[in-house]
């Protein structure tokens, strides 16, 4: 069933700092009754040459168990040639306890201007979190050519399904690819996964922002304290990467 949205939380706008978790405007008090935020809705500005778009967004609720972490942004910034476009919406499922404290942060890859985010709840909801999301900025840091690279781990909270993958990076070098291939390793699972991402060529002066890709409609199945390991291959040499993914 699609969202019944009834109202919003709006946080920002706020400077992102370079690879450090920002808050983003402050932390706002939910409504009286129990809610589900269900959409976020995020705005961000990257006016600088030969610097990255992506990060990530922590949404953080008083008493709710997550982690409720999403990866943002695709892309390139500039100065003057880079385009508009429409603000960035994730499909999550963060349940907010009657008049309960809501915190949004962002870690970009690169300092950012303007960050804006709106999240949009529904009625209804309950203390357990049904969709938790892990996720962060890459470990490896920026990617090499053809290669094989850690991004790092997430360690699962509670069992349950991966439903969704989100995947960010910039290439900042004209004429060379932004394609790659995304590599989960869930350990005792007995299939392969390998999901092409990226689209189109980077760019130092020229390029722009996209949103991340998204990755939908899996069915990975994980328990509690399992370890999940995420790998990446860039066919050319990248900024750092993000990611995430959804365990319902």
């Not at 109202?7 to 402050?26: D, E, I, L, M």
């Not at 804006?116 to 909801?125: A, F, K, Q, R």
């Not at 997430?154 to 790659?180: A, C, H, L, P």
């Amino acid at each position: 069933m699609a969202p019944q949205i009834i109202g919003t939380r709006q946080f920002g706008p706020t400077a992102s700092v370079a690879a450090t978790k920002t808050q983003v405007g402050a932390t706002l008090q939910g409504p009286p009754t129990w809610v589900t935020i269900r959409r976020i809705r995020v705005g961000s500005v990257q006016p600088t040459n030969a610097e990255s778009y992506n990060g990530v967004i922590h949404v953080e609720v008083a008493d709710i168990a997550g982690p409720f972490i999403y990866s943002h942004g695709n892309g390139v910034g500039g100065a003057s040639n880079s385009f508009a476009m429409q603000a960035e919406v994730i499909d999550c499922k963060i349940p907010v306890p009657p008049s309960a404290q809501i915190s949004v942060y962002v870690e970009d890859v690169d300092a950012g201007a303007d960050v804006t985010v709106s999240l949009e709840y529904e009625m209804g909801g309950s203390s357990d979190a049904k969709i938790r999301s892990y996720g962060g900025i890459s470990t490896g840091g920026a990617t090499a050519a053809d290669t094989e690279e850690s991004m790092g781990y997430q360690v699962i909270t509670k069992s349950g399904f991966i439903r969704e993958f989100r995947f960010g990076v910039g290439n900042v070098v004209d004429g060379t690819s932004t394609t790659g291939i995304l590599r989960p390793l869930v350990p005792g699972w007995g299939h392969d996964l390998k999901f092409a991402v990226g689209h189109g060529p980077g760019g130092a002066t020229l390029g722009g922002p996209a949103h991340a890709d998204v990755i939908k409609d899996l069915a990975i199945p994980v328990t509690a304290n399992q370890m999940i390991y995420v790998y990446i291959t860039m066919a050319d040499i990248t900024r750092t990467p993000t990611y995430s993914f959804q365990v319902e």
